[in-house]
């Protein structure tokens, strides 16, 4: 099976709405993530396998030249094969080309290795208040 990846690719709101749910561990909630996407991202990433969505990620930009990757989620069938690392590395190509010079990455301690070892993200300090 091939599994392809689109920068700014097209999708229906029902479909990211249960992946993201899914993979964040809640109840689908009928998101117009079209309507987010478009006021806040420089752009995205959809992987899919036999025209099924089985990946994400979204970059949000500053407006400048920092970028910020967020809401990443393989399907969970799909999980260990790759498509996360090929996901983010669609995402890099993609804000590099909107012109950003900096991408930006908050994740949990499990995620470490995925984001550093196989993404190539280094660590840095930040902050975080929560609101």
Known sequence: MT???????DFANADLDTLHAAGFGYAAQGLDWRSRLDRHSVG???ARREGTLIGFV???GDGGVHAFLVD???AEQARGHGVGTALVAAAVTGARAAGCQWLHVDYEPHLTAFYQEACGFRETTAGLVAL
């Open 3 to 9: 599994t392809t990846y689109g920068w700014r690719a």
């Open 44 to 46: 995205w990433v959809c």
């Open 58 to 60: 979204n970059v949000v």
């Open 72 to 74: 990443t989620v393989v």
